[in-house]
């Protein structure tokens, strides 16, 4: 071998033993160890915007939302709540939508928000698609702004979970100061009637359920039939008032037993959609909204053969909780959806998202998503067999009290033996943005007489009241109610074997409330209900508790007219509209009550499925109260002299 291969030779072989060792392979991502539906939140970038305002400096975010489903099961119609903590406001997220109805984007998410998928709500398994990432997972893309976190701050959210019933999720764990990860698991022990097998998701039970059922759908346009209803039995709405959101340029081109609360084409025309059908004569189509306003009809559209001819429609956006009537607790419609590209086929169906409906002072209702259900069956009157939707979506909305929401109705509390009235708390209902009463000063308490006096005609006679009961009057009054309803709860008597309150009513509204009803959760005392006298009331089992009692008005007397002038509306202050009973109970069911110490009084007051804001305190005995009446009686009588003169 000659020296120059020698010397050749040898320097391969230092170089090579030279070289390190290979790298260890990496570890395998955090996600691979969850055995069920794993969750990350990353935030990516962030960088500050005008204007410059150092208390609250907005700064925009984007951050990436994954769920990637490791379980043994489809993930249908995923929902994951995303705890955002910063004031942020969300400008977009990609292949989803906010699914609770209370937000659309853009819009505030600052207390958080559920996030649901769209277009595909649902994520298939690993074992089912041989390990396809693509559908197992999506990826969602959040961009918005937040405000105070800025550089080198992380403006992450306080909690990342999945809300699919039957999952339990930890706390999640951060990796580094950028990214969250949960891994939420079945809970063991939820009962679930859904199986691998199954092509829908089971119908939900709720306070209140949407249905969107898809009846007859063509090449760009198909009719569906929406029907709204009444599950609980103190929910009820008046006047409802029905949004959603377009997602793919669709509009309402006709409509049966509804009607959008706005006639509008504009945006049809100069949009897209007019750009697309350009033969169609859109002078007759009825609204182009992407969120559009959907109200009922009065009853004497129901034989309308152009806009009623709907079972269950057309009854002036009242629906009764079952309670009261069940023939009442349902509402329908139906409406023709133009399409656009490219769902320009029979089988492309895309439900709206983000519903939201509402009434006049009724609860509020929290809408969750469209979630895809075995097709709706409608029978047929004549007997024969009946139809069944091509398509259906199930809306479960629930009874909700949102964050800083006030009542819309009170209570005041009176006694046999004590001259005042204690009435309805301060700003009870929401307080006035003019700062010339005290919105923290208590209600001054009142006189019998008061109860029928408007608020702002009430200084007078609550201050005169309070001089004679020697109690301090601040120096700012305190502001009124501001409740369009107010209650009084008087307990008339207590005898050895029973006892006997009377209920006023009192609407300070212009319009009227029909069909309205009164829910009392009297606690140990219900059971004793005997009668009464000027209503239809009854003991009602709520949440398995016989503990309400629900009354109504008897037929004829079930109209509460709203307020209206006075006999001379230059001096005299308006009336309200009034009804009023007294209610009955009987101690042989309900041994040991104490009526005057509390049992008498009700712990929850519902007007028409509204929860309303009660006194903080009860009346106790006056030993005075017979001369108070006495010294009293000169004061009104000065009172109404002055108001006459």
Not at 62 to 79: C, G, P, Q, V, Y
Not at 259 to 283: M, N, V, W
Not at 339 to 350: A, F, I, Q
Not at 472 to 487: A, E, F, I
Request: aromatic content about 10%.
């Amino acid at each position: 071998m000659s020296p120059t291969l020698s010397l050749l030779l040898l320097l391969l072989t230092t170089l090579t033993t030279a070289q390190p060792p290979p790298s260890p392979p990496a570890p395998p991502p955090i996600s691979d160890s969850c055995n069920g539906v794993f969750l990350s939140y990353t935030f990516t970038s962030g960088s500050k915007l005008p204007p410059d305002q150092p208390s609250n400096q907005p700064y925009r975010f984007e951050s990436t939302l994954r769920i990637l489903n490791n379980a043994a099961e489809d993930l249908k119609s995923w929902r994951v709540f995303v705890g955002f903590q910063h004031d942020e406001y969300l400008v977009s997220a990609s292949n989803a939508v906010v699914a609770d109805g209370s937000v659309a984007v853009p819009g505030r998410v600052g207390n958080g928000t559920v996030f649901g998928g769209f277009p595909s709500a649902d994520l298939k398994t690993a074992i089912e698609t041989a390990g396809d990432v693509d559908q197992m997972s999506v990826r969602v893309d959040l961009v918005g702004t937040q405000f105070g976190v800025g550089s080198p701050g992380v403006p992450m959210p306080g909690n990342v979970s999945l809300v699919n019933d039957g999952f339990v999720c930890p706390k999640p764990t951060m990796q580094g100061t950028r990214v969250m990860n949960v891994c939420c698991t079945k809970d063991p022990n939820a009962v679930s009637n859904v199986t691998i097998t199954d092509e829908f998701l089971p119908r939900q039970t709720g306070d209140l359920t949407i249905m969107y059922d898809v009846l007859r759908t063509y090449e760009s346009s198909y009719w569906a039939a929406v029907t709204i209803e009444n599950h609980s039995p103190l929910g009820r709405l008046d006047n409802w008032n029905l949004t959603w959101d377009w997602m793919r340029d669709e509009f309402i081109n006709d409509i049966k037993g509804a009607h959008p609360f706005t006639r509008d084409s504009t945006e049809c025309i100069f949009g897209p959609q007019g750009a697309f059908y350009k033969q169609l004569d859109f002078s007759n189509v009825l609204n182009c909204e992407r969120r559009p306003t959907l109200i009922d009809l009065p009853l004497e559209m129901t034989n309308n053969t152009k806009w009623g001819m709907i079972p269950f429609c057309c009854r002036n956006g009242t629906i009764l909780p079952p309670t009261m009537d069940p023939s009442k607790s349902k509402s329908a419609f139906q409406l023709e959806v133009f399409k656009m590209p490219p769902d320009l086929n029979r089988s492309e169906l895309v439900p709206p998202q983000n519903f939201k409906i509402s009434g006049r002072l009724n609860p509020d209702y929290k809408c969750g998503p469209p979630v895809r259900v075995s097709p709706t069956e409608f029978p047929d009157p004549s007997g024969l067999p009946g139809s069944t939707a091509v398509s259906s979506w199930q809306v479960v909305c629930n009874i909700t009290q949102p964050k800083g929401s006030s009542p819309r109705c009170c209570v005041s509390f009176s006694a046999y033996y004590n001259e005042s009235i204690i009435p309805c708390p301060t700003c009870a209902c929401g307080c006035p943005s003019s700062k010339t009463c005290s919105t923290t000063a208590p209600a001054l308490f009142l006189p019998a007489q008061a109860l029928l006096v408007p608020f702002e005609n009430r200084t007078a006679l609550s201050t005169a009241w309070a001089s004679i009961q020697r109690r301090t009057v601040p120096n700012t009054l305190p502001c009124g109610d501001h409740c369009g309803v107010s209650l009084n709860w008087h307990l008339l008597t207590d005898y050895r074997g029973g006892w006997t309150a009377r209920v006023t009513l009192f609407n300070w509204e212009d319009t009227s409330f029909a069909d309205w009803f009164v829910a009392m959760e009297m606690g140990k005392s219900a059971p004793g209900l005997e009668k009464a006298y000027s209503f239809n009331a009854s003991s009602l089992e709520v949440n398995g508790v016989n503990d309400t009692i629900f009354m109504q008005g008897l037929p004829g007397l079930n109209y509460l007219v709203g307020e209206v002038d006075g006999s001379n509306p230059k001096r005299d202050p308006r009336v309200p509209g009034k009804q009023q009973s007294v209610v009955s109970f009987t101690k042989k069911l309900t041994p040991g009550i104490n009526v005057v110490g509390g049992d008498g009084f009700p712990t929850k007051v519902f007007f028409n499925g509204e929860e309303c804001a009660l006194p903080g305190i009860l009346p106790t005995s006056d030993s005075v109260r017979s001369m108070a009446r006495v010294v009293f009686s000169g004061v009104v009588a000065f009172f109404i002299v002055a108001m006459l003169m």
